[in-house]
């Protein structure tokens, strides 16, 4: 009884309900009026008909008295008058009080049916408006798990009307808020697995520091073997350094702030700066840098980041190619795309190791003490951010390659 008071206390409810009510009453209305002007039809129609009768029979009859055959008209009885007394063929005539009875009588039976017909409306009324309140409390109970953060629940829906369509539009949100609440977990836990990296990568070198700062301070050393201590000192400072103006750089790309600027860099002169700029750990490599001639060849893109993007991919390959060998750099314009490689004559890498390539903190076979572990993750970013895409390709034995894609401004 409860849940049925409930039902309406809405008022849009309680307004549908008067109107059902109005509608009731007033078709009500409406087959009273009708079953009374049949009625008035129907009697018009008679009384022409008997006026037509009594004209002939006082035509063939003058001596007949019209009232005589009124009072036999009127008679309370039932069954059909029979004018064949008068010289007149047999005929039926329906006299008005009965058809008066038969008036009422359809009345009578027309009104119980309406109201089991309005009885019957207002039960599919209550019946529709029992399935829309549970589809409501469905929906209610769906919003509070999804504040709840549970988002495993279905509600899509494939029937028409404004409910089913109010499901679908929520179940749409529903997914968006699963995808997102998904995104967030993962950023979650990356954001945990890369401070425990950087804790890690920054305790080791810190360690060392506090070690060799006490050895220093606690024992007489030979002037030589404290310069050696202090060189390794601030190779790990400068390691430091390194490694957290990287992990600024990835702190800004990360959280959208850096705007990419469009402007047209010709590569030639681009990779001849970059040259420049590695000369020194080249040449301590005893590694050449090979340049292709190709001064036509240009993309779109950030100057700033993309120096810095390519100069992490030219200078890993430094770092991987034996002393005596060559790093290869060369363009290739197409239609859609503009490609840079960027090869070098190393030692190549498994395909295990290949799959995590650019992930972050992870050094390859053979990378120094000094190597960060992030250079080319920060490079991906970089260069995705920028519209562009890299890959990497290796061979054991042969090196590896780095195919760097822009599309062309049209």
Request: charged content about 30%; glycine content about 6%.
């Amino acid at each position: 009884m409860g849940k049925f008071m409930d039902l309406w206390k809405e008022k849009d409810r309680q307004r549908a309900l008067k109107m059902l009510a109005v509608l009731s009453v007033f078709f009500m209305v409406l087959s009273v009026f009708v079953n009374y002007l049949v009625y008035r039809d129907y009697a018009g129609r008679v009384n022409a008909g008997l006026s037509g009768i009594l004209n002939e029979v006082t035509e063939k009859y003058p001596l007949a008295e019209e009232e005589t055959l009124l009072s036999v008209l009127n008679a309370d009885r039932q069954g059909a008058l029979d004018l064949s007394d008068f010289g007149i063929e047999k005929k039926e005539v329906s006299l008005l009080k009965n058809m008066k009875t038969g008036f009422y009588k359809s009345l009578f039976l027309s009104v119980p049916v309406l109201l089991i017909f309005c009885i019957f409306s207002a039960g599919i009324f209550c019946l529709y408006f029992f399935r829309e309140n549970k589809k409501i409390g469905d929906i209610a109970e769906y919003v509070h798990a999804i504040h709840r953060k549970q988002y495993d629940l279905c509600l899509s829906e494939n029937e028409e009307g404004v409910i089913s369509r109010l499901k679908n539009e929520l179940y749409k949100v529903t997914v968006m808020l699963k995808e997102e609440a998904e995104k967030n977990r993962k950023e979650k836990e990356q954001m945990k697995d890369s401070l425990a990296d950087i804790s890690h990568q920054i305790k080791t070198p810190m360690t060392s520091i506090l070690v060799l700062l006490d050895n220093i301070r606690g024992m007489e050393l030979p002037q030589e073997v404290q310069e050696k201590f202090l060189a390794e000192i601030n190779r790990q400072f400068l390691w430091v350094n390194s490694l957290v103006i990287s992990l600024l750089k990835l702190s800004r790309l990360d959280s959208g702030v850096v705007e990419m600027k469009k402007e047209k860099i010709d590569l030639y002169e681009f990779f001849e700066e970059i040259r420049e700029s590695l000369s020194i750990p080249a040449e301590t490599a005893n590694v050449f840098l090979e340049i292709e001639e190709n001064k036509e060849a240009s993309f779109y893109g950030d100057g700033y980041w993309e120096r810095e993007a390519m100069t992490n991919l030219v200078k890993n390959a430094i770092e991987h190619t034996k002393s005596g060998k060559k790093v290869f750099i060369s363009f290739e314009e197409t239609y859609f795309y503009t490609k840079i490689y960027i090869k070098d004559q190393g030692e190549g890498m498994e395909k295990e190791e290949l799959e995590k390539i650019f992930d972050r903190f992870y050094s390859r076979k053979g990378a120094g003490n000094g190597h960060v572990g992030i250079g080319l993750s920060l490079a991906k970013k970089i260069i995705e951010l920028d519209g562009g895409m890299v890959k990497a390709d290796s061979e054991v034995g042969k090196g590896s390659a780095f195919e760097v894609r822009f599309e062309k401004k049209q």
